[in-house]
């Protein structure tokens, strides 16, 4: 059976009359990589910090590798976190910084990773220089490999590739490639949608800290209403007209080679096995939109949802918060 690494249930964190978190449940196994995926304020931060023990739930539980977390709880050992900003020595090198770290916690350089984590951080021999000579990707990958010194088994990521160029937020997507290859389980929180798309298995959305949907990333996608198909040729008549009569379908258009149809409900599948049912050759059947459009229609299914309730509207991608 799958050990669970992270477990949250029903998890509520309030800061005075502030609710920044309500009802919140998840769960993450070996192996996967997760992604929580919010606009400002949805509550990311506070439930990344819930999870690493820097703040205590209002409401409900968290657990790592099957234990409830307290903030010195042994299990928070087997984590490396990226919870706060990594701060270096400038005027010393990457390397001596490292070393710094990891003896600081009382532990002997021999016992560190130190050559596992270079190789996954990437750095070269740009760990020999002085960090205040490090551009902020450089800096981000030393906060990588001071987070794998001590061979972390889940590593809890708040918004790793902020403030990065696009050559640095590649740079770090594949430094996470490489984690995962080698076996990491990672919780990573993003704005950057398409990053989430491409680096994470799993995802769960968030806004005004409650839960909008989680699945696989694929999942995710498949949740929306538009579909792009192709058949062979001699049946796209025949396909245009099969979809455009059925009830499932609000819309059919010719676009390219193929057609693109609005769902009014049912699943991908269902169009699938009508075209194949009917004997039409089957080329393609795929979602036209990525996770950006998903995600955005999910919050906007959200707030309508809201209606009535506590707030927002239009301004959810862009309301800005103070984060601690
Ligand atoms: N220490 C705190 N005291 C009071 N309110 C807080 C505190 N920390 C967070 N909040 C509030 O809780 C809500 C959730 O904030 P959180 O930082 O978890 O969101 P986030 O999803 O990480 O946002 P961002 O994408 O901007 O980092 C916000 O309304 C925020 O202002
Ligand atoms: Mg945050």
Redesign the pocket.
């Known amino acids: 059976m799958a050990e669970a690494v992270v477990e949250v249930e029903g998890l509520w964190k309030a800061?005075?009359d502030?609710s920044?978190v309500e009802d919140l449940s998840f769960s993450i196994e070996r192996g996967q990589v997760y992604g929580l995926l919010?606009?400002?304020?949805?509550?990311?931060?506070?439930?990344l910090r819930v999870l690493m023990g820097l703040e205590r739930p209002t409401r409900g539980s968290t657990r790592l590798f099957g234990s409830t977390v307290t903030p010195s709880c042994n299990e928070l050992f087997r984590v490396g976190a990226m919870v706060e900003q990594a701060a270096f020595v400038p005027h010393l090198s990457g390397m001596r910084n490292l070393r710094l770290w990891w003896e600081a916690t009382g532990a002997r350089m021999k016992d560190a990773d130190l050559d596992g984590a270079l190789a996954i951080a990437g750095l070269g021999d740009a760990v020999h220089r002085k960090v205040k000579t490090y551009s902020q990707g450089m800096k981000q990958r030393l906060g990588f490999a001071r987070l794998l010194l001590g061979r972390p088994e889940l590593l809890v990521l708040d918004?790793p590739t902020n403030g990065l160029d696009p050559g640095e937020i590649r740079e770090i997507r594949e430094l996470i490639g490489r984690l995962t290859s080698a076996g990491a389980t990672v919780l990573l929180?993003s704005?950057h949608l398409n990053e989430v798309e491409q680096v994470c298995s799993h995802a769960l959305v968030m806004n005004h800290?409650r839960l909008i949907t989680s699945g696989t990333v694929s999942e995710l996608i498949g949740t929306t209403k538009s579909i792009y198909i192709e058949v062979d040729p001699a049946d796209r008549v025949r396909a245009h007209t099969l979809l455009s009569t059925h009830p499932h379908v609000a819309d059919v258009q010719t676009q390219g080679d193929g057609l693109v149809m609005e769902m009014r409900d049912g699943q991908r599948s269902d169009v699938a096995a009508l075209l194949v049912n009917a004997g039409l050759r089957l080329e393609t059947i795929m979602p036209t939109q990525g996770l950006e459009d998903a995600f955005l229609d999910l919050l906007a299914a959200g707030d309508a949802a809201d209606a009535g309730g506590n707030t927002v509207g239009a301004s959810t991608t862009n309301r800005s918060?103070?984060?601690?």
């Open positions: 800061f005075g502030v920044a919010g606009p400002n304020g949805a509550g990311k931060t506070t439930t918004e929180s704005h800290g918060e103070v984060v601690s």
